[in-house]
């Protein structure tokens, strides 16, 4: 049995949205490109966040799961899929991240990997992407344990936090996930 599981958010999970979101803010933000706005951070917004998502899961623009211990249900984190392309690619772009006082223990990759099963398995996705700033080990870890592979480099691909950073580039095949 898993110490983890993955769903969908529900209204109910707002306020656990937030406090993860208020907790985790200088963490979750310094890898983001574009900064949330001020107001993200309160409960309307969240409700806001959660039924936007669930507009873009129906019409098939972009997934996002809660990261649950199995233990109390409580919300620790996210894995996304965005910029998902059809026929004939079937591919999307995933992307995480999990409440800092739970880094180290091994959580996301567990995460991840079961995040690419239902991306494989339910939405039928034949290909996942990943970016990640070759600075940022512990995430190029998650992605090696989950089972993706180096793909290449993409020099100066996003402007985050004033300065033009390279990203290492990943991919995980329907067929390679163990």
Known sequence: MSSIYLRVYTKEDALALLDLSIRNQGHFEHWMPVKPPKDTYTLPKQLERIQQLEENQKADRSYAFGIFLTET???????????????????????????????????????????????FDEYQFHRLRAEVMPENIGSIRVLEKAGFRQEGIAKKSLFINGAWEDFVLFALLKEELE
Do not use: H, K, W
Request: proline share 2%; net charge negative; with cysteine.
């Open 73 to 119: 249900n409580q919300l620790v984190g996210e894995v996304s899929a965005a910029f998902v392309e059809r026929f004939p690619a079937e591919t999307c772009m995933i992307g995480y991240q999990l409440d800092q006082q739970y880094n180290g223990q091994g959580i996301m990759s567990i995460a991840v990997r079961q995040a690419a099963r239902l991306l």
